[in-house]
Each structure stands twice: as structure tokens, then as C-alpha cells.
């Protein structure tokens, strides 16, 4: 999980930073392979759900974001369902390590990783599987988050108060956004998160609002669309995950 936000922070940051690209409208003649195979389509995806709604690229935004999200949880599951593994292993791995802490030369640390291998086949679990599924969402995640800056249709539309192609006049979209982000990082993170990355992640926050002060509304309502999804999300994946404890507990033979 800290892998994870790390990843989403630096993602987040460089999107931030690199935000004049986003003055490059994007179209089927766009050029490079990051253009065509990742952010046409689904700039088509808008454009298209657009026309069966009589033109709202506000709800088209809110359709295709959720779309996404839905089509990559079973992504997020994986990855959940592998960091619950990795969890029910730290006692065993932290004996290990304890076990080796004062053994520094290179034959011992080889030993060490040999019973830390055998450790991860004896229960099936492979650390790096946790990392595969973000670095297939964080493409599209991404790709999506430029579709709706370079979309020229949608900076031509209005949804409720806003001009999607202009800062909310009234920062209620900011505000929300920078809300609902707070939450999903408190609903998402995990108790073992070491203090430095909770820290981390109140930061997020902040630059959720300043950018959404400074960017086009329609950044901002696929934000807070995306948040209120993965609220759901973490919220689902935590009951989840207490069910699958106590169903593995419940498992457990007791000792007599």
C-alpha cells in the first residue's frame, strides 16, 4: 500500500506539473503511441457517451469515469487480496529479519533471502504481484486524466454552474474534490502505514485544491466522481477483508 500511494502521489505531481500539455487538443490524427493507443480512445469514449446524452460531457464524464473504475477493480481486488497475505506473513517475516539483524556479510544475507524465498512459496504469496496490478491502472488512470483535459468538446460545455473548460467560479468542485480525497486516503490506508507516508498523503489533499482552483472544472468533477468510487471501493475491500480473516480464522483448528 505504500508503494502504491507513493506511485499515485509522483503520477499525481507530474500530471500537475506537465499541465501545459494539456493545451494540445487531442485527436485521431495525434501523433506517438501514448496519444493514439491510450488517450484517443478514451477521449473517443467521452465524446461518443456525450452524444447519447444529449451532449452532457458532465454526465459523460461521470459515466466513463465509473466505467473505468469498474472494469480495473478486479485489479484492486488482486492487489487487496495479496497485500492481506503479505499482512498475515509480517510476524514471520520480521523473525527472520530479527533472526538475521546482526548477521551482516554477504553468505548470511543469501541465506536470509533463501528462507525468504521458501517463506513466500510455502504460503503462495509473490511480493511483486502487488505491484503488476497498479502499473496497469495507474496507464489508464492516467490516459483518462488527459482525455478530459484535451478534449476540445468538453471546454465548449457547461454542466450545472460551471463551464467545464474553466475553474469553478464558486470552488465547490475544489473543495469537494480536496474532501473526498482526504477520505479515501483515510479509508484506504492501512494501520501499518508507517507515520511518514500518513503524512505524505495529507499533502495530497492540498494539491488536489490548489490544482482544482487552477485547472478546468471537468478535472475536477472526474475527481470527485473518482474519490466517491473509491470510498466505495476501500470500503467495500476492507469489509471484504475482515471477512476473509475471519473466515480463515474460523478455520483454525483449536488446540486441545
Not at 499525481?12 to 494539456?22: R, S, W
Not at 536470509?112 to 496497469?136: D, R, S, W
Request: aromatic letters at 10%; charged letters at 15%; hydrophobic letters at 45%.
Amino acid at each position: 500500500m505504500r508503494k502504491f500511494w507513493t506511485v499515485s502521489l509522483v503520477i499525481f505531481l507530474l500530471a500537475f506539473l506537465t499541465g501545459c500539455n494539456m493545451s494540445e487538443p487531442i485527436t485521431a490524427d495525434s501523433s506517438g503511441v501514448w496519444n493514439h493507443y491510450y488517450v484517443y480512445p478514451l477521449s473517443l469514449a467521452l465524446t461518443t457517451v456525450a452524444e447519447w446524452t444529449s451532449g452532457s460531457y458532465g454526465i459523460s464524464i461521470i459515466i466513463v469515469t465509473i466505467a473505468i473504475r469498474t472494469l480495473i477493480l478486479p485489479l484492486a481486488l488482486k492487489q487487496q487480496k495479496n497485500m492481506l497475505a503479505m499482512q498475515k506473513l509480517k510476524p514471520e517475516m520480521e523473525a527472520l529479519q530479527k533472526k538475521y539483524k546482526d548477521k551482516k556479510n554477504a553468505d548470511d544475507q543469501k541465506e536470509m533471502q533463501k528462507e525468504l524465498m521458501t517463506l513466500y512459496q510455502t504460503h503462495k504469496v509473490n511480493p511483486a504481484a502487488g505491484c503488476f496490478p497498479m502499473l496497469i491502472q495507474m496507464p489508464v488512470i492516467m490516459a483518462f486524466y488527459y482525455a478530459i483535459g484535451r478534449t476540445t468538446e468538453i471546454a465548449e460545455h457547461s454542466f450545472f454552474w460551471v463551464s467545464l473548460g474553466q475553474p469553478d467560479p464558486f470552488y465547490i468542485l475544489p473543495v469537494v474534490a480536496a474532501i473526498t480525497t482526504f477520505i479515501q486516503t483515510r479509508v484506504t490506508l492501512t494501520n501499518d502505514v508507517q507515520p511518514q507516508m500518513k503524512m505524505v498523503m495529507n499533502i495530497i489533499p492540498v494539491f488536489i485544491l490548489i490544482a482544482g482552483l487552477t485547472l478546468p472544472s471537468a478535472l475536477a468533477l472526474y475527481w470527485v466522481i473518482g474519490n466517491i468510487f473509491g470510498i466505495g471501493q476501500g470500503l467495500y475491500l476492507k469489509k471484504r477483508m475482515k471477512t476473509l480473516k475471519q473466515m480463515e480464522e474460523a478455520t483454525v483448528v483449536p488446540s486441545t
